[in-house]
């Protein structure tokens, strides 16, 4: 069931079922991408340009998806029933898309309840565009050489400091807590 509903996700790349389906198939589906993502450039480059040693890899990496997703699927276009290569679309289009992204490839969207027997119904579809350039975002020499525990303040923080009031000072620093008193209980 699993790979029926991972082999419609690649191919229609958003398909509505049930939210623990769903939670299920989320699992499923970024295991067959981030397996072709590790390949890094050689799971999208033309085998005429890759090393007999790298077509060798790809060639491996494919067998392990293939074990799990299906070859082929079909997709209505127009009218028309046109047969995709499933496994050629995750090495090509999808490794590609995702090269950037370390993870969470998906995304589960609530619909509501199904009329029939009130089971939650999701949307689950591939994470496009602007969010995953959000997430990888590039660095810059201002933050370089930052890291989580630097002390250090930017020149606009520092004047600003400068600039504050000592009213606005006073207010800003924490205040003590007086400590808390406790009974006493005589025997």
Do not use: W
Not at 78 to 103: C, H, N, P, S, W
Not at 117 to 131: H, I, L, S, W, Y
């Amino acid at each position: 069931m699993f790979r029926a509903l991972t082999a419609n996700l690649v191919l229609h790349e958003r398909i509505e079922t049930t939210e623990a389906k769903a939670k299920e198939l989320r699992r499923c589906a970024e295991r067959v991408i981030t397996r072709a993502r590790r390949l890094g450039a050689i799971a999208y480059t033309p085998a005429d340009k890759l090393k007999p040693a790298e077509q060798a890899r790809r060639l491996a990496a494919k067998r392990q998806v293939g074990k799990f997703l299906q070859r082929f699927g079909a997709k209505s276009v127009d009218g028309e029933a046109t047969e995709v290569d499933l496994i050629e679309k995750v090495f090509v289009d999808l490794a590609q898309r995702y090269r950037g992204r370390a993870g969470g490839y998906t995304r589960i969207i609530k619909l509501g309840s199904r009329r029939g027997d009130n089971a939650p119904m999701t949307r689950v579809e591939f994470v496009e565009g602007e969010e995953i350039a959000a997430v990888a975002p590039k660095k810059d020499a201002a933050s370089k050489g930052k890291g989580k525990g630097s002390a250090k303040e930017t020149p606009a923080k520092a004047s600003a400091k400068a600039e504050a009031s000592p009213k606005e000072a006073d207010a800003a620093k924490p205040k003590k807590r007086a400590p808390k008193k406790t009974e006493e209980k005589s025997t």
